[in-house]
């Protein structure tokens, strides 16, 4: 069946509650448009209560977040950072900035998680940090990697871009390591335009992280009383959320479990839909997706045959329907090359980015548009 033009299925779509917008209305009317303002502050006190976290900083983005983490993680020249590859620039480059090595290894085929053999083979004695990648907002190995950071007295910080709202074993990602950075980016579940989070589980850089974020002041000193004016401690960066975007962002967090349970559905349903057909596309990460607390972020699937991805992407795109691919390897690409090391080869990170394709998912899509989805996927197929 094809469909008109206007009703062509885009890849996301932010959701924006009734009450983000009353939030946005209010702000744009008090004029209080600058970073921690109350729509702010309510936004940290919800995400550190919902996560168990010693504290939450709303940030312009998870990359100034992981900015700011390699930075309190102390990451200086010389220092290496053992990481997946098969993760957004963002990861390695706030490692790159402290001066420290991205040292590349490969991810497990069944999970695409950074692989805790690979990774614990890779430390050395100049390995600073491990970075956990959540790819699709999910972790299947996070309390390993934890337990192997621990036993190596290195940091581990998450790189929980996708995974506000996921758990694994009852306690949420972002809380295993010691700093954790949350996206909430146009694409993601909850979605501001440009906005993430920094997540402090080591109380003891709380109040630098605050420093860093804020422009290398202690203005915060000054706004709780503590201080009567402020000043430079630090060098930091301008990397606060703009009251607008906090404004529409709670709105989002009052409704994160409507938002959790609407993707899970339709997730379900691609999973139940495609699993059912006889098509050379597999399916991985269900297993865990299953059973820990996903916030089902993605939707995706790998082509068996990588050479089928261009012509089923252009199949779908022609009839109105988005997919998109993703990560160009970091280890291959320009900057990875130049400032990062590659321990051997990484082949399920070059499979899985050769045959990886996301499929729509947003709070709007409907039932029937995801078995649009599959049908039109099954008929690329038999044709
Ligand atoms: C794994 C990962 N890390 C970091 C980022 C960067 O997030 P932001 O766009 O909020 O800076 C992304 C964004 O898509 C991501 O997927």
Known sequence: MERAPDKRIPLCKPFLPKRSLAYLADTLESGAMGGDGPHGAWCEDFIRERIGAAMALLTNSASSALDIACALAGLAPGDEVVMSSFTFASTASAVVKTGATPVFVDIDPATLDLDVDACEAAITERTRAIIAVHYAGQSRDIEALAALADARSIRLIEDAAQAFDSRKSGRALGTFGALAAFSFQQSKNLAVGEGGALIVNDARLVERARHLRDKGTDRHEMQVGAKPFYSWVEIGAGCQMPEPLAALLRGQLEQADFITAQRGRLWRRYHRNLRAMKIPLSLRQTKIEEESGSNYHLFHVICDDASTRAPLMNYLSERGISSAFHFIPLHSSPAGARYGRTVGALPV???????????????????????????????????
């Open 349 to 383: 990170t070059d499979s899985v980015s050769a045959g990886l394709l996301r499929l729509p998912l947003f709070v709007g899509l409907t039932e029937g548009d995801v078995d649009h989805i599959c049908e039109t996927i099954g008929d690329f197929f038999a044709t």
